[in-house]
């Protein structure tokens, strides 16, 4: 008797603490799309993908969710569905880098300069359903990854991609 009452009052303590708490971990895939099968990269996974990786895996979302995610290597975008599925991503943020983009981007309008894009999209691994997506222009001095354009386009994605996934939890 006394046992059952001492898990009873176990189970009681437990319930009201901080871990039960604590939200479980949204999952999150995370790829850079590349634009044949040849083109490697360094790292493979893609240096937009890495940095994508590496402002969001410190981020959790409003209500306290960490996320957990999870990187591919970088795969060419018919590629991409398959290996989500087999993963069982529930979210996927995939990214396309496209050089000389900007006079498409500007409804066929010839520009200045050349620019480059970046574009984001995060879906429901299952559905294939779109969440939220985004795209931004790189100038043509801002082209290389090391430069400040890698950074602030990522950062830009990244608050965007925090706030579509708030609203799903």
């Not at 479980?24 to 790292?43: E, I």
């Not at 209500?63 to 290996?83: C, D």
Request: charged letters at 20%; glycine letters at 6%.
């Amino acid at each position: 008797m006394f046992r059952r009452l001492s898990a009873a009052a176990a189970l009681i303590v437990l319930s009201g603490s901080p871990l039960q708490a604590q939200h479980a971990p949204l999952s999150l895939c995370l790829v850079q799309t590349r634009p044949y099968a040849s083109a490697a990269y360094d790292p493979p996974a893609g240096p937009w993908a890495m940095e994508m990786y590496d402002l969001l895996s410190a981020q959790k979302l409003r209500n306290g969710t960490p996320l957990r995610i999870t990187v591919l290597a970088a795969a060419t975008e018919k590629e991409v569905p398959p290996e989500v599925r087999r993963l069982r991503c529930p979210y996927v943020v995939q990214l396309r880098y496209h050089r000389d983009l900007g006079d498409l981007l500007h409804g066929g309008r010839t520009m200045e300069e050349d620019a480059d894009s970046v574009l984001f999209t995060l879906w429901n691994g299952a559905t294939g359903k779109t969440i939220a997506s985004g795209a931004s222009l790189i100038p043509g001095e801002d082209r290389h990854p090391s430069n400040g354009a890698l950074a602030a386009s990522c950062a830009s994605f990244a608050q965007q991609i925090l706030k579509s996934l708030d609203k799903l939890r």
